[in-house]
Structure formats: C-alpha cells, structure tokens
C-alpha cells in the first residue's frame, strides 16, 4: 500500500539533511512512497516583527536561491530531483560550502541539468511565488514552524533524526515509515529525548 506524505525542506538545516537522505535513500530503492517535497524559508521564519519579508529581497537570504532552484528541479527536472537534492545538501554539509551561484550551478551540472535554464526559470520571480506560496500554505495549514516537518493528512509534526542512512535502503525505508505511523496516531503529542545517548 501506498505511503502518502509530505516533507518540508531548507538546505541549510543539517536535520533536514539526514531526513532528507532517508527520504531519497528509500525512493531511489523503490519504496511506495507518494512523497510532496515543500520547500520551507528557514530565513522568512526569522524575520522580525516588522522587518522586510524575505520574499522581498530574496538577494539578502543566504538560503533563498538554492531553495528556488531545488524548486525550479522539483517542477521542471523531476527525472533529475532526487540527485539535485541529495547533492545540494551535501554540498552545504558534507562539503561545508555556502550555497553561492557557483556552488548551485556546479551542483545543477553535475547531477545533468541545464544550469542556465534553472537560473532562467528563477530569474523571472515564479519561484520564488511558487516557494512562498507553498511555505506560507504550510505555516497556515500545519502551524509549520521548521524542517524537517512531515506532513499525513491534518497531522504534521517537526522530527529530527539523528542518524544518516549512508546508503542503508532498509535502515531509510524502517525509519521513514515509523515516523510517518507515528503521525497517524494523533494521542502522542510530543516525545522527547531528555539526553543524547553520543
């Protein structure tokens, strides 16, 4: 049967990272997953009360444009999403880089996107629409406040994983679908670690 569920992301947030592997680690080996990935401006969270949205100098956010871009993929180069994203990631945490033009553009090229269509399609503003319709959506509907957040029907909770599944297909698929049963299960409210056992 079928998993439905959705899963927020930024590129900068190392928890999104782990889940995110999970996530592609199980997809790319086959799990009947239906998975809608929504991308989610960890930089519009933090603006003051008062302050200038993100949206409105997407320039000034370091987060933004690989967001837009992991997007404009997601929308346009779904064959080449999952390497993108998984690469995108590991440039910013495995590689320690700042998700700078260059830094994307290598990215895009090297996982066989068109970099200068990416940057095109971001150039004319629709993803940033698309980004902030759907963050906001989020926010509005499910109370999203971080990522990773996962997403079943009206339930969403923020997870953080504390393992990466290093290519470990059954280690993903287990821990992918234990949170998302989990979700299913609207009693348990919160469920915390009061250590980290490292």
């Given amino acids: 049967m079928t998993i439905a569920f959705a899963i927020t992301w930024d590129y900068r947030c190392p928890f999104a990272r782990n889940a995110h592997e999970h ?3 199980g997809l790319e080996s086959g799990a009947d ?3 809608t990935f929504v991308p989610f401006s960890l930089g519009q969270v933090h603006v003051a009360e008062g302050d200038v949205d993100v949206w409105d ?4 956010d370091s987060g933004l444009l690989a967001l837009r871009a992991g997007t404009v993929v997601r929308d346009r180069f779904a064959s080449q999403f999952l390497a993108v ?3 995108l990631f590991a440039a910013r945490h495995d590689d320690g880089l700042q998700l700078s033009d260059d830094v994307v553009r290598a990215v895009l090229t090297a996982n066989g ?3 200068d269509a990416v940057f095109a399609e971001i150039a004319t503003g629709e993803p940033l629409t698309t980004v902030r319709v759907e963050h906001q959506q989020a926010a509005k509907e499910h109370d999203v406040w971080g990522v990773p957040t996962f997403i079943v029907g009206d339930q969403a909770a923020f997870v953080r994983f504390m393992n990466r599944p290093d290519g470990d297909a059954e280690l993903a ?3 992918i679908e234990r949170t998302v049963a989990l979700l299913a299960w609207p009693e348990l409210n919160e469920f915390k670690h009061t250590s980290i056992a490292r």
């Fill in 23 to 25: 996530v592609v680690t």
């Fill in 113 to 115: 996107v068109d970099a």
């Fill in 33 to 35: 997953w239906d998975v």
């Fill in 173 to 175: 698929r287990q821990t």
């Fill in 57 to 60: 100098e997407p320039g000034k």
């Fill in 85 to 87: 994203h998984r690469a």
